[in-house]
C-alpha cells in the first residue's frame, strides 16, 4: 500500500525557517517524480514545487522560488520541502504528492498533510 | 497566471446526476489533455479520480466521468450518493514555466 506521511510542521515566527519531511512507502520511491502542494486554511490547492526521480531537476511556483528548496534522499524514501523567509501568506497544509507514472501531469498519491502556520 | 475557474457550488438530490465545469484558456485546459480532478472530504487529503481528461484509476467508481472541450473540462457524476458530498478541484498542464494550476474548488452538497 501507498503511503506518504509528512512531518515538520509547526508554528514559526515570519521571517524563520522550517523543513519539511515525506516519508514514503509501499512503492519504489525512486522511480517518481514528487511534489508539494500547499492548502492555505479554507482555500484552494496550490502546487508549490516538484523534484526529478534522481533529484536533479526542481521547480518552483514563483510564489516561493529563492526562499523554499526541494530535495530527496532515495536511500531513505524521503521528500523534503526547506522553507526560509516565512511569511504569513505562507500558511497553509502542505501536502507530498507523487506524481503519475510515465508521460503524464497529475498527482495519484497524497499524504495527510503538514500544517505550517507563520504568526508572530 | 490565474487558477482554472470553477462554479464555487452545485448540488443535486441522492441518484441525481451533477456536472462541474472547469474552465481555462488555450494555454491550459484548451492546450493540454493533462486535466486531472480531485476529491477532497473535509479534513482529509486530496484523491485522484480522473487523470489525462477522462481515464479513472482504478477503484474509482464509473459514475464519475470527465471530458472536455475547448477551454473547458467537465466532471460529471450520475447516480449521486451521500458519499461523494465533498470539494472538487481540477488540475491542468500550463506549460513548461508554470507546470500546472488547479481549479478555485467546487463544493457538491447531496441534498
Known amino acids: 500500500e501507498v503511503q506518504l506521511v509528512e512531518s515538520g510542521g509547526g508554528l514559526v515566527q515570519p521571517g524563520g525557517s522550517l523543513r519539511l519531511s515525506c516519508a514514503a512507502s509501499g512503492f519504489t520511491f525512486s522511480d517518481y517524480w514528487m511534489h508539494w502542494v500547499r492548502q492555505a486554511p479554507g482555500k484552494g490547492l496550490v502546487w508549490v514545487s516538484r523534484?526529478?526521480?534522481?533529484?536533479?531537476?526542481?521547480m518552483y511556483a514563483d510564489s516561493v522560488k529563492g526562499r523554499f528548496t526541494i530535495s530527496r534522499d532515495n536511500t531513505k524514501d524521503t521528500l523534503y520541502l526547506e522553507m526560509n523567509s516565512l511569511r504569513a501568506d505562507d500558511t497553509a497544509v502542505y501536502y507530498c504528492a507523487r506524481g503519475l507514472y510515465g508521460h503524464s501531469v497529475g498527482f495519484d498519491y497524497w499524504g495527510r498533510g503538514a500544517l505550517v502556520t507563520v504568526s508572530s | 497566471q490565474s487558477a482554472l475557474t470553477q462554479p464555487r457550488s452545485v448540488s443535486g438530490s441522492p441518484g441525481q446526476s451533477v456536472t462541474i465545469s472547469c474552465t481555462g484558456s488555450s494555454s491550459d485546459v484548451g492546450g493540454s489533455n493533462y486535466v486531472s480532478w480531485y476529491q477532497q472530504h473535509p479534513g482529509k487529503a486530496p484523491k485522484l479520480i480522473i487523470w489525462d481528461v477522462t481515464k479513472r484509476p482504478s477503484g474509482v467508481p464509473d459514475r464519475f466521468s470527465g471530458s472536455k472541450s475547448g477551454n473547458t473540462a467537465s466532471l460529471a457524476i450520475s447516480g449521486l450518493q451521500a458519499e461523494d458530498e465533498a470539494d472538487y478541484y481540477c488540475c491542468s498542464y500550463a506549460g513548461s514555466y508554470t507546470f500546472v494550476l488547479f481549479g478555485g474548488g467546487t463544493r457538491l452538497t447531496v441534498l
Open positions: 523534484l526529478s526521480t534522481d533529484g536533479s531537476t526542481t
